[in-house]
């Protein structure tokens, strides 16, 4: 078998992974680039990952090149930052001080979430030539963030695009490598080095259609099949996360009997191991559901006018869910695990858990009063400042909150442990009324009764 690149026919031998590294990919191929082109068609990744780093952190996806999971940075409306990893929101490491330089030669107040990520950013600063002394520390207090998230996502522009005919033909080269040395495939090759206009190579697939979102025996996070038709047309199917589906239009190969094989990688898989990392399906004579062209610009125009479920949307739901049950399960271990020990370590263990859903519940209160407001819009001025205050951000406090929601939350807290004590006295703390707790409405309730008890109590009578 050929090991000369795909592209210009020089030697191969550079082990590309087949799946991007970014996302979890562990294997790796000799047979398909020369370590030019290799190195050329990472762009491809880079326009995968700035559309999907979000999603890669939150599920807390290794990189093949990385020993942990990348989190994602967000910003707040207040500016603050923060890192996103799994179900974690922890701030984010003071910018170096190359992109700081009004802070050099001086003393500065900065924040962290560890004495470990200060050494961190003094030890990356001290191999950029810069020596960081610590004068003083203030106590660790937690920092919560009181505004929307901003996320920065863009899908299907011509980068992206690209990006997909990448991969489908790395899958196709892997695969057929005799047929991916053929000339009916020089047009797309083309189009993946950015020497060919997109036109309709590459287009969206309403995934409810497509079978390979579905594993019943692999949990798939992405799929790549490559579909070889009779009379050789040659096509590749690109899913990530079960909804964001593309199929992309490969060329002719020929000698090739007409096959599907499919692709399950499991992003989250610490190595390459049978049946851990890759699951791969072969049908011969296989047909699957390709679209075409016109059909994914009619799922678009769906997609945006609201008639079908927003496949990102469908994706933050499903991530939701699965932290949800993760810490839904996690407290009712806990919960079980301390009945039968005395009341000051049931109280122990609720409290901790309690401190622990802090941001949660300050969700909940923000939510809950901010949507007061919202339906009182005839509430006096003065009344609408008050309750604005129980909600209100301050840049300047280690906790990222003003004194007035500080002292909400405390109240807040008390009214969501007192919720969890009454589910528990009265046999009904159950799996789903602990997600309603965790997720909204019963919680949101908890949380609002005692701070608004307070509120009501000090207005003038």
Not at 38 to 63: C, K, M, P, T
Not at 354 to 364: A, P, T
Not at 422 to 450: F, I, S, W
Request: some cysteine; glycine content about 8%.
């Amino acid at each position: 078998m050929s090991r000369k690149c795909i592209i210009c026919g020089k030697p191969a031998g550079s082990r590309e992974h087949l799946f991007p590294a970014a996302f979890g990919g562990r294997r790796v191929s000799k047979k398909i680039y020369c370590e030019a082109h290799n190195n050329a068609l990472g762009i491809h990744v880079v326009a995968l990952l700035e559309a999907l780093e979000y999603f890669n952190a939150a599920l807390g996806v290794r990189s093949d090149h990385r020993r942990s999971p990348k989190p994602y940075e967000v910003e707040v409306e207040t500016g603050e930052r923060f890192h996103v990893l799994r179900d974690q929101f922890d701030i984010a490491p003071p910018r170096p001080l190359r992109e700081t330089p009004e802070l050099v030669e001086r003393s500065a107040t900065l924040k962290f979430s560890s004495k470990e990520q200060f050494y961190e950013w003094a030890e990356s600063q001290r191999r950029d030539g810069y020596k960081v002394q610590k004068i003083s520390e203030s106590k660790f207090e937690k920092q919560y963030f009181s505004g929307p998230i901003k996320l920065s996502m863009e899908f299907g522009n011509e980068e992206f695009r690209r990006a997909i005919a990448y991969l489908g033909l790395t899958y196709l080269a892997h695969y057929y490598p005799d047929a991916a040395r053929q000339s009916g495939l020089e047009s797309i090759k083309l189009y993946v080095l950015g020497e060919e206009p997109v036109e309709d190579r590459v287009w969206w697939v309403d995934p409810h259609k497509i079978t390979s979102c579905v594993s019943g025996e692999f949990k798939a996070t992405h799929f790549v099949t490559v579909v070889i038709e009779e009379g050789g047309n040659s096509y590749a199917q690109v899913g990530f996360f079960g909804n964001l589906c593309l199929t992309v239009s490969l060329g002719s190969v020929q000698g090739v009997k007409p096959e599907c094989v499919t692709t399950y990688i499991n992003s989250t898989a610490e190595s390459a191991a049978p049946d851990i990392d890759v699951i791969v399906d072969r049908e011969l004579g296989g047909g699957i559901h390709l679209g075409s062209p016109e059909q994914g610009k009619e799922y678009l125009s769906k997609v945006i006018g609201g008639e079908i479920a927003h496949p990102v949307s469908q994706i933050l739901k499903a991530l939701d869910d699965e932290h949800l049950n993760a810490e839904v399960e996690g407290i009712r271990r806990r919960l079980d695990d301390a009945q039968g020990q005395p009341k000051d370590v049931r109280e122990n263990v609720l409290v901790e858990i309690v401190d622990e859903q802090g941001q949660r519940i300050f969700n909940h209160l923000h939510t809950g009063i901010s949507e007061l407001i919202e339906r009182n819009r005839d509430f006096p001025a003065h009344i609408r400042a008050r309750l604005e205050e129980l909600i209100a951000p301050d840049s300047d406090s280690p906790s990222g909150l003003s004194d007035a929601a500080l002292t909400a939350l405390e109240r807040g807290k008390i009214g969501f442990a007192n919720e969890i004590s009454r589910l528990q006295e009265n046999g009904q703390l159950t799996d789903e009324t602990l997600k309603l707790l965790l997720a909204g409405g019963l919680g949101c309730a908890a949380v609002l009764r005692p701070v608004l008890d307070d509120f009501q109590a000090s207005l003038p009578q």
